[in-house]
């Protein structure tokens, strides 16, 4: 029973820090750009 | 003092990145809506930053790694349900598709259109009262990280705090959400490098086998201490102190079924009704995209709970291998002590500045959506002729300033009952479980009037105050005043509800109208 539990930690565990990991690209590439827009079309309508 | 030139020059970097960027976004704002929502101009990928990066604090990290030090992983089971309730959400769009359609600032405002005035103004007092005690602990237990971890004298500890608040007040009370969302991207970054690099390390540090043994070894001991009746043959003191099953959350020593299953009711409230949350539903472009935003987020809470944890067991298993935990050190001052020995020079100003960045998106976020409902719910609807915009602006501003005056007072002397998660979840529970029987059943009964609303918000505060009043004097457990608040609710409503006469059918059917289609200024 102990292992079928470490198994499952260390799973999200690991599978945790690569998540936390991409993101930290994924989203500062993409939301970095949905900044420049966000500012871009408060500007326009200003 | 750990922290050396180089990491102070990043800390410093850090800091006038934040500032400047925050005190740039003051530019694009030209009212409340602006200030309060960010013209409803958010897009998915920054929705998810600004998310993330809100709802893991470094209080987060401090209590998550406090769990993890006295229950192991099964510490982290809390973000394996949150993550479940947030993906159901996103999934099914319940409550967040038809509120985001709604077109509100904030849920009260919601409620004064289903169940009258009076309904939106209790329930705006609910809200920020739970808010504002929730969030009352945030900077003390912010200021005990930077004081364990970077080794600053514990007297200074108060300046920090007042410093730190200080900048975050500087930029939300001029820029508002839309600083807040820029400032919560750069946080995100600097955060999401120093969890990944400071998870990294702590693995090789304690190495992954070794923690394994060293949890399933003091536990053992713990067991076998028990069958013999006597503590005699617990080795160390760091070994007794681990009383939980490090890795079954399900196993009455750790959480146990019931506390799970109101979890479980809690996650789901919070999800759908926790107002830090919800300010980026409704600043979300559309409800499509807030469904998308909580799907995307949703496994991100797992690594919120389950790597901090890591710091807290892995710190529990080195103090217990290396003579036991010191008297001047607590289950949740151990894990920032822990990391001050385990990060090297200039890794240290990265996690500094990265718990930094969390302590500030959360503050700024909360400060923000709390002065938002005051002002929205609670002050506006008493006005008789109502303020010029920059009256509004002037005002909400002055209202983050009090918070932040609030905040520094409270958390300098309250005492907290019991665990930090504990105190948290119960303080959210005075709103959540009132709000969430409103929101469901406002949104999905037709039935529900103004009276069950009533009778819903005060029976639904009835258990969590009665826990902050009289839990250590009445040794009140923590999930019996959570729970009891969701079934005390859910009776208010149902029996006020059906007592007194239906509400009208325009009520009802404006409601539904506007639930239902997007509003044109959306």
Known sequence: MNTAFIVFWAVLLFGSIAWYGFLVFYIGWKAGREIRELTRNLSKNS | MTLTALDWIIIALYLTGCLAAGLWMRRFVRGVEDFAIAGREMDVNLGIASLAATELGLVTIMYTAQLGYEKGFAGAMIGVIMCAAIWLVGR???????????????????????????????AGLF????????????????????????GIPPGWLEWVMTALLGLVLLYTALGGMLSVLVT??????????????????????????????GLSLAWSTTEAAA?????????????????????NPFHASSFGWGYLLWQFAFQIAVATTWQTQISRVLAARDADTAKRMYRRTSFYFVGRFLLPALWGAAAFVWFAQNGGLPADLTSITAMPHYLSIVLPMGVMGVVVAAMLAAEMSTDSGYMLTWATVIYNDLVHPCLKKPLSPKGQLLLTRGLVLAIAVFLLFYGLWYELPGNAWDYLAVTGNIYLASVFTLLVAGLYWPRANATGAGAALILGAVGPIAFLVLG????????????????????????????????????????????????AAA
Do not use: C
Request: zero cysteines; charged letters at 10%; proline letters at 6%.
């Open chain 2, 92 to 122: 099914t769009g319940f409550v967040i598709g038809p509120l985001r359609t709604a077109g509100v600032m904030t849920i009260p405002q919601l409620f004064e259109r289903r169940f009258g005035s009076r309904a939106r103004w209790l």
């Open chain 2, 127 to 150: 809200v920020v009262l739970g808010g504002l005690l929730n969030m009352g602990i945030f900077l003390r237990l912010g200021g005990e990280f930077l004081v364990y971890a970077t």
């Open chain 2, 184 to 213: 919560d991207f750069l946080q995100f970054i600097v955060m999401g490098i120093g969890i990944v690099v400071t998870s990294v390390l702590v693995i090789l540090h304690i190495g992954w086998g070794n923690l394994i043994d």
């Open chain 2, 227 to 247: 069958a013999a009746g006597t503590a005699a043959t617990v080795t160390t003191e760091a070994a007794a102190g681990l009383k939980a099953h490090p890795y």
């Open chain 2, 472 to 519: 250590k004097s009445y040794n009140i457990a923590p999930e019996v005043a959570g729970a009891s608040s969701f079934g005390l609710a859910a009776l208010g409503m149902i029996v006020g509800s059906l007592v007194t006469p239906p509400p009208p059918p325009s009520a009802v059917a404006r409601q539904t109208a506007e639930t239902s289609t997007q509003p």
